[in-house]
Structures are given as structure tokens and as C-alpha cells.
């Protein structure tokens, strides 16, 4: 029985190095950075243990813009992404002829690098030499007034961000419902048809309950990948984010870790957990919400 | 309710693309349930019972032939009109909902006057559930209910809207044997109770036997007997319907008549009035065979299995196709089992003769 | 008779119903895929225009009649993109080869072989799914740094390779294969390391098929990380690539050039993702999530 154990802890040996030197040192790390104050990077030395990093972060105005644009961006695409999704699968479950074909077309934005299609969205909506961009253009078209999408009010810049991130995280969840949909029993919707129950009855009382799980799943999932926004808004507003108005958290972590204004892990860390902090509540209340709705 | 089927048809495109051809599910079928009947749709799987079951439910439409239900023309009206319950194969009970909400969610869909309110759908979702027996069930899920009560379930969920007819799709096949005795039991109970016009459909011919006031069997989409069990066991119309019914199964041996007399190999069984001189399918019920050591059939002996009342006499027979044949003799007799063969009489009334070719009865008395 | 007639009219009602239902639904469906498509289209569009006729378009064109290819190699001789598009090829095979020799031996570790602690470590490394990259990439940027190992490959590529969902999806799939094979293999003598190689990598194909393909996916995309670790041209991936370029490539405005080593980045993938359709869409659908 030794022998086996040896073996055994042999063929974990790889997996736990990594996992040792790349994620729970890590993590332990990041923790004790967040308290270290006035951390050197150069001379890897501090002055003191406290709370001064999270109270540097807190009341830093590129942070707290940080914060609102992810509260922001997450408040508009988790919902608006989830019932288009939702109308989607409904549509592709419904129909028999060329569905594979657009099942196909809906997934290719998951293989595409989020940096490179995000310069095709930035040209869309960006001014050409001599005309105002294609967006523009339409716009022009019904006799609206152009809009400077990419460098000019709050809103415009947020609008070309939710877009596109709503653009990015649909192929994921169009195929969770679908398959979702297409496991629930056609017996069910027979069984209920029979019973006379309208189109909306069974919508409501057998599809949505019985898809409910994978829902919730992606509502949950939906809302930690938004709140970890970073390479969209990169890919539409270039690096400085911060002097666009539209950094994110994991933005603002990045941004404190390396690049012009970097090299303060320490700040870095303490905005990190703070995500992580706000990550957590909300998954937890999600938890809760969905154990309450949730009926398996 | 009377349910009549007209020449009714259903044909399926094809799937396989080589052949264009349609699939014909259901072929040319005509017959009429009386009212307040239990009858059961039997065949092997494929022949179309299943979606002869659909047809009457109106989940599909014929492709030609008509539907009545008494007088009405129900052909075209949709499934939620008809006035249907169906009680699937795996129940379909919605799993999210208790045992309640499943047997109310048909009376929540009623609408204008037959609207019902919360008191009035409890009242009637307690009293179905007496009736099949689940009364104390009520506020479970179906996850917590056991097989057997979660085809009472979905009966009580099928009955609860008072249905014009109850159709019943392979309704004991998720069920193991037990209770499987038990519940077809209930379901003639229940039937017997509600007085409505019941089809059900099953592969089990014991299963239809049993329970129904009236079988039809199918084969590949056609209707090939119909009658009350009992008819439809001793007068098979034709090789198919007699092999299909009856356990142990019908022996079936290569025969031929000479000069008025039966003969199965050498030996020549009885007379016939049957002139010609032909080759036949000579089919044999089980307890057709009466032991006798001066009989006129000679088989090879196998074996003897004792079944308490009765004695199983397994034989063979250079004639027959089957390696193992079984005759059912009282107990009382007692087979020599040392002795390589065994002799009967064969009672006429159950010595059935086919057409070599098309399987089809060719009646005959015995002389 | 009168009542035969009534549900004619319903059942047409009802057809019509369900035809004009059947008519938004496709509308909606043809709206998404034409959104989904549009910017793919404009990417190829833009791509064979010339920088010259894209300058002096007065209102955005929708055909190009006269495409203009040398875009395409130019946006290889004007920024190192070969040499991108050869890191990332490394990276991402490196990468996948490297995972997939830590994640099959482990996850045969839990799924067959008995040791003392094997359910605390397996709930450990489970707990380790919860905790996002955000948090462990602030020190492995500084224990990277340290080492030296900036603008290295090796500095990229190994706090990329580790992924705990992998064992855990391979580990399920393994522990499905019944025991009776691992008794039978053992009673012939069979060793554990062969019995791994011989019997459940072949058994586990699809899984391991998979994996690798989510893992090639999240490599070619993977931007973060390499962003940090390199900034010298000859370590950049082809995101950190299109990002320079973005920034300071091709004298900024030549966008039809941008367009045609976009269109030259995405094409891998889409590649991939032709021949491997089901294969991908099933494995994400198993629970995959980006990055």
C-alpha cells in the first residue's frame, strides 16, 4: 500500500508543483502585498502592515470610475445578453431548416480573438478620412445627428462597450440554452399541449422551471465574466484607459501593476481582492436567489 | 364515447435518403370503440400502435381517413379540444411541481366559463387522487413517489379534466412484474369506475389479454384481427395473430393433407374435409396436446417442467422450425421421461391450419 | 356537423398563428446572424480595400471591385506579424503539450489509484476553480519579474499551463471506465503507467480531444498575461501584436493594412473551429467558459 502511495503522489507531483508555485503561493502572496504598506518594488522592501493600500484604492477617482463603469457595464449586459440569448434559443429550438447553419454562425465570435474582431467594432464606429464611419453614416441615413462613439460623451463610449461585449459573450450562452432546451423531454410538451395550455403556460411553467438550472448557471457565470471586463474595452479604447473614461477593475489592477503608471503590486493587489470581495457577495447572492427558484 | 376511425392512414417522409419512400406508419385503418370500453392496441414494437394512439390523441394528424368521437368529426380539431387524456409511456409528470400542481395544471388551463377556482380544482384534484389511490401524496414531488405511484399519478393527471377518452401509451412497461400485475389491475379498476371509452397500447400480449374488453392486433401498420381476447386467441385469422397471442407460444410445424387426412411428417393426425392435397402451416395451441401412449403424434421428448397444476412436456419435432416446443398437460398425467419420445391426441379445436404462403387461416372441420 | 366547421376555423387561426410566429422567429434569427456576420464581413471588406480608395471614400462602400491583396503582405513585411504569429504558434503548442502531460497523470491519480489524503487534496485543487486569474497574476507577474524571466518563453508559457477545470472534466471521465477493466488489466500483469497509455487515453479520447482544443482557443486569445511579461516586439503573441499595431503599427491610419492582419490573425481558429465544429461546440457546451 506505500508503494501505491508513493506512486500515486508521483503522478500528482507535476500538477501540484504548478499549482503550488503559480496559484496557492500566489494567493497567499497577494494577500499579504494588499497589507504591506508603502511596498518598493526595486528594493522589495515596506515601511509598515495596514489597511492604507485599500484606503489608497478606495479613494482613488480612477478606481472609483473603474468601478462605476463596471457596475455599470455589468448591470446593462448580464441581463440584456441573457434574454436575447434566451429569444435566440427559443427561435433555434423552434425551427427545423437551416438551423445548423445558423447554430454555426451564432458560435464563431467564441473562436475569434476578442483583441482583433474589437478593431473591426473600433472601424465601425470610428471616423474614416473623409466620411464619419458606418455607424455614423446609418445614423446620417435616418437623419440623426453623428455621434463621436469612441472619443466623445460617456454615454456614446458605453453604449460601443456593452455592444461589443454583449457581442463577445453571446456564443456561450446561446449554446448552453440551446442544449438546454433541446434536453427537455418533447413528452412534456405534449403532455401540456393536450392539457389545452397556451404557448406562454408552457413557456412559463414547464420551459423556463425545467431550463432554470442552466439559467441560473449562466446568469452566474455571466456575472463574473463581466465583472472581469478588460480586453473589450482595450481592444475598442487602446491601453490608456484610464484618460477614456472607460478602465475597468481588472483594468485598474493591471494598469497599478504595469504599465506607465505602475509598478505598486500593492495597490494592485488590494484593488484585486476588493473585486474579489465583490465577486463573491454577488455569486453569493445568486446562490441564494437561485436556491429559492431553482425547483431541482 | 364512441371512437370511430375511418380508413384512417398516416404516412411518414422517409429518413433513409436512399429510399424515397414513404414510411407508412398507419395503413388504411378502420374500426369503432364502443362506448365505456377498455381496449387495448397490441402489436410488436414498430407496427404502428403508437402513433395509432397519436392519431386519436390528435399530437398527429392522418394523412388521410377521418376521427369521430360519437358523432363529432374530430379530424381536424386540435389536440387541447378533443377532450383527450394521455398518460405517457415514462409518465411525463412535471418534476418541478409536487404531486398537486401536476393533477391541477389541466384545470388551470380551462378558460371562460369553465374556469374553475383554487377551492373548486383542490376539491377535484383530491377526489381523482382517491380514486387512484395517491391521496396521501399529495405534497410530494415525483422524485420522491416510487414507479407504481407515479403511474397513478399520471393517470390521476389524465383523468382530472373528466376526458371524453383515456389513451394509455405502454403504461406498464416502466414497471417491474409485480407490480406490474398490481397496477393493470387498477387501471380496469379505475376503468371500471369512470366508465371512459380507455385505449391503451402495449407490446405484452398477456398484458392486453388480461385487462381489455376488446384487442386489436397490428402488424406493420395493418389491423390484423380485432375481437375480445378470448375470440381473437381461439380463432386466429391468421399464422401471425396466432404466434403473437398466448404464452407458451403456439407450436408451429410443416404439415400437409393427403387424400382427406392431416399429416405432420409421417404421422397422420386426423381427418379433415379439406380435398386437395396441399402443404400447410399446421399450428398447435398448447394445451391442444392430450398424453396418450396409443396417440397419433409422436414427438421427440426434451424434457418435463412441473408448474405445480399443470405439466410443461417440452419436444421437438423434425417438422417443426423450433427447438423447443412446450405442451401443457394436467398434472395428474404422468410422462415417461426415459423414454425418448412421447405420444398425444391432438384436440381439433385447437389445431389450427395456414396458407403456406400468406400465413392465412384455412378453416376446416375435423372428421 | 355545425361544430366540425367551428374547428376548421380554428385550426386555420391557429396556422396562421403559428406562421406568423414562424416568420419573426426566423427575422430575429437572420437580425443576430447578420449581426454576427457583419463584422467579419467589414473585416475582409476593409482588408482588400486600398489604403489610397479607403482615404477618399466619401461614404463608406459596401463592394470592392478592384481588392487589393498587397495588404496582405504588407501587413507582413511592415510589422514583424511572422514573427507573431510564430510565438504564438509555440506558446500555444507548448502550452497544450505541457498541460496535457500535468493534467492526464493527476487526473489518473484521482480517478484510479488509492492513497492516503486523496479527497482533501482533491477538494483543495477543486476550491482552487473559484479563484480568478486577477488574484494570482500580481504575484506571478513579481516572482516572473524576479526570476528574469520577462520576454522569455518560459516566463510565458509556464504559469499559463495549469488548469484545474481540465483535471476535474478529465477525472469524471475517467472514473466512468469500470473498475473490471483495471482488475482485468492488473490480473494480466498490466503496470499502472501502461494501463494508462494502453486503456484510458484511448477510451478517454473525445475528453482529451477536447480539452486540448479549448486550451488551444484560450492560448491563441490569451492576451493578459503576455502583455505583462513581454515588451519586446520579438515575444509578442498576436494579440499583444494587434494591440501594438493598433497603437502605433502601420502609421495608425492605414486600417485597410490593420483590417488584413486582423483577418490574417482570426483565420487559424476559424480554421479550427471549421473542422472541429462539433467536436468544440460539445466541449463548450460541457462547461467550457472563456479564458
Not at chain 2, 169 to 190: G, M
Not at chain 2, 206 to 220: G, R
Request: charged letters at 20%; aromatic letters at 12%.
Amino acid at each position: 500500500m506505500d508503494n501505491q502511495n508513493k506512486k500515486a503522489w508521483l503522478y500528482l507531483l507535476p500538477a501540484l508543483i504548478f499549482l503550488a508555485v503559480f496559484m496557492v503561493y500566489p494567493l497567499v502572496d497577494v494577500f499579504i502585498y494588499s497589507f504591506e504598506e508603502s511596498y518598493n518594488f526595486a528594493s522589495q522592501t515596506y515601511n509598515g502592515v495596514g489597511i492604507y493600500n485599500y484606503s489608497y484604492v478606495l479613494h482613488d477617482a480612477y478606481f472609483l470610475q473603474a468601478l462605476k463603469n463596471t457596475f455599470i457595464l455589468v448591470a446593462i449586459t448580464v441581463p440584456l445578453s441573457t434574454i436575447i440569448a434566451l429569444l435566440i434559443s427559443l427561435g433555434l429550438s423552434s425551427i427545423k431548416a437551416v438551423r445548423n447553419l445558423f447554430q454555426t454562425i451564432y458560435f464563431l465570435p467564441y473562436v475569434t480573438n476578442t483583441l482583433a474582431v474589437g478593431l473591426v467594432f473600433m472601424i465601425l464606429f470610428q471616423k474614416a478620412p473623409q466620411h464619419e464611419g458606418l455607424v455614423n453614416t446609418v445614423i446620417n441615413w435616418f437623419g440623426g445627428q453623428s455621434i463621436d462613439f469612441l472619443g466623445g460623451p460617456y454615454w456614446a463610449k458605453m453604449f460601443v462597450l456593452c455592444l461589443y461585449t454583449i457581442w463577445v459573450v453571446m456564443p456561450f450562452k446561446i449554446l448552453i440554452l440551446t442544449s438546454a432546451l433541446a434536453s427537455v423531454k418533447q413528452d412534456y410538451y405534449n403532455a401540456a399541449k393536450l392539457d389545452g395550455a397556451s404557448n406562454f403556460r408552457i413557456f412559463k411553467k414547464i420551459t423556463l422551471p425545467m431550463i432554470s438550472p442552466m439559467l441560473f448557471y449562466l446568469i452566474i457565470t455571466g456575472f463574473i465574466g463581466a465583472f472581469k471586463a478588460y480586453s473589450d474595452a482595450v481592444a475598442l479604447f487602446g491601453l490608456d484607459l484610464n484618460s477614456a473614461e472607460m478602465n475597468t477593475i481588472v483594468g485598474y489592477v493591471y494598469d497599478m501593476l504595469y504599465s506607465d503608471g505602475g509598478g505598486y503590486p500593492s495597490y494592485a493587489s488590494a484593488a484585486a481582492i476588493i473585486l474579489f470581495v465583490i465577486v463573491l457577495t454577488i455569486t453569493c447572492i445568486n446562490l441564494i436567489i437561485s436556491k429559492k427558484h431553482v425547483h431541482y | 364515447m364512441k371512437v370511430v376511425l375511418q380508413n384512417v392512414t398516416k404516412k411518414f417522409p422517409s429518413r433513409n435518403k436512399k429510399e424515397k419512400a414513404d414510411v407508412i406508419a398507419v395503413n388504411n385503418f378502420s374500426f369503432e370503440i364502443p362506448d365505456g370500453k377498455l381496449i387495448g392496441l397490441l402489436g410488436p414494437s414498430g407496427c404502428g400502435k403508437s402513433t395509432a394512439l397519436n392519431l386519436i390523441s390528435g399530437l398527429q394528424k392522418p394523412t388521410e381517413g377521418k376521427i369521430f368521437f360519437g358523432d363529432d368529426d374530430i379530424t381536424k380539431v386540435p389536440p387541447e379540444k378533443r377532450g383527450v387524456g394521455l398518460v405517457f409511456q415514462n409518465y411525463a409528470l412535471y418534476p418541478h411541481l409536487t404531486v398537486k400542481q401536476n393533477i391541477t395544471f389541466p384545470l388551470e388551463n380551462l378558460k371562460g366559463k369553465e374556469k374553475l377556482t383554487k377551492a373548486q380544482m383542490n376539491e377535484k384534484a383530491e377526489e381523482i387522487a382517491k380514486l387512484v389511490q395517491i391521496d396521501g401524496l399529495l405534497d410530494r414531488k415525483p422524485s420522491e413517489l416510487s414507479g407504481g405511484q407515479q403511474q397513478r399519478v399520471a393517470i390521476a393527471r389524465a383523468l382530472v379534466k373528466m376526458p371524453r377518452v383515456l389513451l394509455l401509451d405502454e403504461p406498464l412497461s416502466n414497471l417491474d412484474a409485480r407490480l406490474r400485475l398490481q397496477t393493470r389491475e387498477e387501471i380496469k379498476r379505475i376503468q371500471n369506475e369512470t366508465k371512459i371509452t380507455t385505449v391503451f397500447v402495449t407490446h405484452d400480449q398477456e398484458e392486453a389479454m388480461s385487462i381489455s374488453d376488446m384487442i386489436v392486433v397490428m402488424k406493420d401498420g395493418i389491423i390484423q384481427q380485432i375481437g375480445n381476447p378470448q375470440d381473437v386467441y381461439d380463432e386466429p385469422v391468421n399464422l401471425f395473430v396466432a404466434k403473437f397471442l398466448g404464452t407458451p407460444p403456439i407450436g408451429v410445424y410443416e404439415g400437409r393433407t393427403e387424400n382427406g387426412k392431416l399429416y405432420i411428417g409421417n404421422d397422420c393426425i386426423f381427418d379433415v374435409n379439406v380435398k386437395e392435397n396441399k402443404e400447410f402451416t399446421v399450428a398447435i395451441r398448447p394445451e391442444g396436446y392430450a398424453l396418450n401412449e396409443n396417440g397419433t403424434f409422436e414427438c421427440k421428448l426434451n424434457g418435463v417442467e412441473v408448474m405445480g397444476r399443470d405439466i410443461s412436456v417440452v419436444i421437438t419435432h423434425d417438422n417443426a422450425p423450433e427447438q423447443a416446443i412446450r405442451a401443457i398437460i394436467s398434472a395428474e398425467n404422468i410422462v415417461d421421461t426415459s423414454k425418448p419420445t412421447v405420444k398425444f391426441d391432438l384436440k381439433p379445436s385447437k389445431v389450427y391450419l395456414f396458407d403456406k404462403q400468406s400465413g392465412e387461416r384455412i378453416y376446416y372441420t375435423a372428421k | 356537423m355545425n361544430n366540425s366547421i367551428q374547428y376548421e376555423k380554428i385550426e386555420k387561426n391557429a396556422k396562421l398563428r403559428k406562421n406568423t410566429v414562424n416568420v419573426f422567429t426566423y427575422i430575429m434569427l437572420t437580425i443576430w446572424a447578420i449581426a454576427v456576420l457583419f463584422p467579419f464581413y467589414w473585416m475582409i471588406l476593409t482588408s482588400l480595400k486600398s489604403y489610397s480608395a479607403y482615404s477618399s471614400e466619401t461614404v463608406p462602400q459596401f463592394f470592392v471591385t478592384s481588392p487589393a491583396f498587397e495588404n496582405y503582405t504588407e501587413a507582413f513585411t511592415s510589422v514583424p506579424l511572422g514573427q507573431y504569429f510564430l510565438n504564438t504558434l509555440i506558446f500555444t503548442l507548448a502550452t497544450t503539450a505541457i498541460m496535457l502531460c500535468i493534467v492526464i497523470p493527476a487526473a489518473f491519480a484521482f480517478a484510479r489509484m488509492n492513497f492516503k489524503g486523496k479527497n482533501i487534496v482533491f477538494t483543495l485543487i477543486l476550491s482552487l476553480m473559484m479563484i480568478p486569474n486577477e488574484l494570482v497574476i500580481i504575484t506571478n507577474f513579481t516572482t516572473v519579474t524576479n526570476l528574469n524571466m520577462r520576454n522569455t518563453l518560459a516566463g510565458l508559457i509556464l504559469p499559463s499551463v495549469m488548469s484545474v477545470f481540465y483535471v476535474y472534466l478529465l477525472k469524471e471521465n475517467f472514473s466512468q471506465i469500470p473498475d473490471e477493466l483495471y482488475y482485468a488489466a492488473k490480473v494480466d500483469g498490466t503496470s499502472d503507467w501502461k494501463y494508462m497509455w494502453k486503456v484510458m487515453i484511448p477510451i478517454c479520447k473525445p475528453t482529451i480531444i477536447t480539452i486540448t482544443i479549448l486550451k488551444v482557443i484560450e492560448c491563441w486569445n490569451s492576451y493578459v498575461w503576455p502583455r505583462l511579461i513581454t515588451d519586446e516586439q520579438a515575444y509578442y503573441l498576436v494579440s499583444n501584436g494587434i494591440q501594438e499595431i493598433r497603437e502605433n503599427g502601420f502609421g495608425r491610419d492605414n486600417i485597410p493594412r490593420m483590417m488584413a492582419a486582423v483577418v490574417v490573425i482570426s483565420v487559424p481558429l476559424i480554421v479550427l473551429f471549421v473542422i472541429f465544429r462539433k467536436k468544440i461546440m460539445e466541449g463548450v457546451a460541457r462547461g467550457g467558459t472563456k479564458g
